[in-house]
């Protein structure tokens, strides 16, 4: 049997280990003990299991609530999706698993933070510091579970996500200039094209405000570990905006799903280390607003591979 070539149904499918390491992360998020909190609200389950929004009508903004009800997921249909089996599957790669996963939490995190500015009668703040728990735990395990799978695609001719690169700081604090003109090496696959949307991509969120307040400066730079002595112990894997930007310049990334794992670090780091710090509370809404600016952006960017492939 081993001598047998895979047929072109098999070559559709997720692999084996890439499914079993699916069903893994979401049966850990599953368990997850915020999710068995009594202080939970049969309506905030609903919206993390079903993706069903209570008090919907409260939106007004049209395009926010087409996004939340034009496709509804939640963590149930997310493993409705994804079957007993790879045969069964409806997911493809496990960056479409982890693309519909993080849609969960992101439209949630919208939702609420919406409600908390124009409802807050009918705010949620329990639905959304679970949310950011879990989407928190999410990102480690992906960055621990499912980005090897993701570099196993790599090596195929199809488009594909490529794993995330060990940060690289810079020796500066000052941007590095761009050079688009760099050529990569020659492990790299990032065309040209895809580098200058990149670097567009962190542009715009580099100068990205709200009530004149540029909402991205506090990611620009390296977190001093010398002042948040902690910081390298609850973040691993560090990452800034000059340090995406560096990286870009320099031909680092193989794909524009590297770069986008990358810019989805910070923010996500940023909602790890300050999760249990009430003074953060501003901080934290910053990094849901970006994380939501950046996916539109990647959506609109129409990369030669696709990052959410």
Known sequence: MSGESPTNKEKERISKPAHAACTQVLAMLLGHETLQSPSLSTAARSALLDGTYANIDAVEPADLKAKLTRKTMGLDVVQKLLGSKPSRCRFKTCERFSKDVRLVFQN???YQSYLKDHAPKVYDPTLFETSQRLLQGFEMM???ELARHVTALAAQPSPSVSPVPSPAAPSSHKPPT???SHRPSSSSSLSDDDKAKCHGIV?????YKEMGVAMAAPFFNPVDVGMYVDY?????HRMHLYGVQQKLSTGA???AAAFVQDMRLIFANCLVYNSEVILSAKIREHA??????????VEQASFDQTPNA
Do not use: C, D, F, N
């Open 108 to 110: 949630i995190l919208l």
């Open 178 to 180: 761009p050079t688009l």
């Open 232 to 236: 390298k112990v609850k973040i691993p």
């Open 203 to 207: 542009q715009r969120i580099m100068k």
């Open 142 to 144: 992906y960055a621990g």
């Open 253 to 255: 990334y193989a794909s």
């Open 288 to 297: 849901v607003k970006l994380m939501h600016v950046l996916e539109q952006l």
